[in-house]
Nanobody
Framework: VQLQASGGGLVQPGGSLRLSCEVS????????MGWYRQAPGKARELVAT???????NYADSVKGRFTITRDSAKNAVSLQMTSLKFEDTAVYYC????????????WGQGTQVTVSS
């Protein structure tokens, strides 16, 4: 199983980006897909998750600005980010949790998001 993340880049404050993560390979039932981020010198932190394709959870710092959605047909998850701030700069990682998989989930490679003027 592999997770392929895309969509990162450089954006000005107030701008928008859309991250996508697609699962390849055979997976059992997906429970939760999510996005985490790690800024330089900081621990990895939760950004947003979506469970059973319905229940969403967001970090307080991104509520109202970011939206997570899941495409069940494609086993993919997206993160629409708007009103980006300098402090959103980080490497963003997608994560997949399945019924039979590891509790910590499966991680994709990161994609860099840089918010800079």
């Amino acid at each position: 199983v592999q997770l392929q993340a895309s969509g990162g880049g450089l954006v000005q404050p107030g701008g928008s980006l859309r991250l996508s993560c697609e699962v390849s390979g055979r997976v059992d039932r997906i429970v939760t897909m999510g996005w985490y981020r790690q800024a330089p010198g900081k621990a990895r932190e939760l950004v947003a998750t979506i469970t059973n394709g319905v229940t969403t959870n967001y970090a307080d710092s991104v509520k109202g600005r970011f939206t997570i959605t899941r495409d069940s047909a494609k086993n993919a998850v997206s993160l629409q980010m708007t009103s980006l701030k300098f402090e959103d700069t980080a490497v963003y990682y997608c994560n997949l949790q399945t019924v039979l998989g590891p509790i910590s989930g499966i991680w994709g490679q990161g994609t860099q998001v840089t918010v800079s003027s």
